[in-house]
């Protein structure tokens, strides 16, 4: 599976549990890491979760295994590892605080639905 499908359902994931600001910073041109973050952050541990569950749910039916989880129920930043995405789930605090996306400016914002 491409990287940018996997992305996409990655994205379709955190929609259906209402995630806010749902961003794609696409990296292939900077890092060898990976080819896409996605990024969004929910309003406290328990939705959290759920975004977590539903985007390894969506991408293991499609095809793609979670290469390794940082994070657990109680935390505030969760990172899934894809191999081509890493999929960046915060609460709204912890996502001000890292600010990854000024982090990874170098990186070309894509919108989901340009995917």
């Given at each position: 599976m491409e990287s940018h499908e996997m992305a996409k359902i990655?994205?379709?994931a955190?929609?259906?549990k209402k995630a806010g600001g749902i961003q794609v910073i696409d990296i292939r041109g900077i890092s060898v890491i990976a080819d896409y973050f996605v990024l969004a952050d929910g309003e406290n541990t328990n939705q959290i979760q759920a975004?977590?569950?539903s985007v390894d749910e969506m991408l293991y039916k499609a095809g793609a295994e979670v290469k390794?989880?940082?994070g657990n129920?109680?935390?505030t930043w969760i990172l899934m590892d894809y191999g081509d995405i890493i999929v960046h789930l915060?609460?709204?605090e912890d996502r001000?605080?890292?600010d990854l996306e000024r982090i990874w400016r170098d990186g070309k914002l894509?919108?989901?639905k340009d995917l």
């Open positions: 990655a994205c379709d955190l929609e259906e975004m977590q569950e390794q989880i940082e129920r109680k935390s915060f609460s709204k001000l605080f890292y894509v919108e989901p």
